[in-house]
């Protein structure tokens, strides 16, 4: 059996990619480490929350004492780091929590995982520690060309440094212990469970509650979306097959400027919701500080070596998104008001 320990389990992605992973795997053991947040939502995981072959802790990846802990209990396999501090604007308000959690919680996982990993003749085998990044380390674009492997890091904001510092201190346990790592640097993610800070949960909140919805500067800024489901089976694949050492981009070819997406969300729900949900909602702030243009993906590399490739459009990713959301209003409406 192999053992899992997912960092970050309880926020979005995490717990998306938990339910995945033990719906189609038999023979796994999930212990999710997650120190519970604002971000963190054990609800979210309700529906495995008995399943044998899953373990929930609640600790903080900073913590050495209680990761070796859950290294001694377990014979862990894989080490898949999620935990984050994952919000751009709070980062721009409180960097110095970003640096702690992002990058010395990262080192302290690398750090034990290579103790219980290491053996004389390198690394025990079946072992690999997946760094969970994002495409934002790139900086931004302009109007056309891709982000690929190979782009010099060039992070904007305090949340993508950190995010940076930590992919080049994974990276440097490769060139300098020969650990087996992966990085994964994805795109935008939507689907269910995300905490509703971030655009797409935000405004499907705000329009089911005829609040404002807040477009920065002129709503232009161009991010690529990818289906949660596809990013979780996107890291699978890197688990299983992704070559030791290497990166791996991985972005949902769905370029959408934040205008378009506030439309087409207001759009779906006018027809389908509640026809006063119009634009007349939409009021545009002030730009967010640093504000990234651009971001797009290059995925040629994880397509090509590893055969994946997203399988939800975006004109069906957000319909199955908003139709998630206004079927599970009541955790909307739990989780932001805590
Ligand atoms: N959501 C996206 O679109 C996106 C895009 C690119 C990359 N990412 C990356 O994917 C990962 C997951 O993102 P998400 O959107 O699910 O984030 P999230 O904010 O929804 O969840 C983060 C989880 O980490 C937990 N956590 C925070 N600090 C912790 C700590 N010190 N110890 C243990 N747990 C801690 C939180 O409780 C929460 O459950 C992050 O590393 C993020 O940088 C996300």
New binding site residues.
Partial sequence: MQSFLI?????????NFIIYMLKNNQNIMIIN?????????LDNLKEINNNSNYKFIN????NEKAITKVFNEYEIDYVI???????VDKSIANPKLFV???VL?TINLLNIAKKFWQIEAGFKKNKKFIQ?????VYGSLGDTGYFTEKTPLDPHSP?SAS?ASADLIVKSYFETYKMPINIT??????GPY??PE?LIPLIINNCLKQKPLPIYGDGLNVRDW?YVLDHCKAIGMVIKDGNIGEIYNVGGHNEKTNLQLVKTIIKYLNKNFDPTITEELIEYVEDRKGHDRRYAIDSTKIKTELGWKPQTSFEKGIIKTINWYLQNINWLEKISTS
């Fill in positions: 960092t970050g389990g309880a926020g979005f992605i995490g717990s480490v997650d120190k519970l947040t604002y971000a963190g939502n600790a903080d990846i900073c780091n999620f935990a984050a501090e994952s919000h702690k959690t992002n919680g969970i990044s994002t495409d934002e949340y995010k640097r994805c795109s935008n993610n939507y995300q905490y971030k990818l």
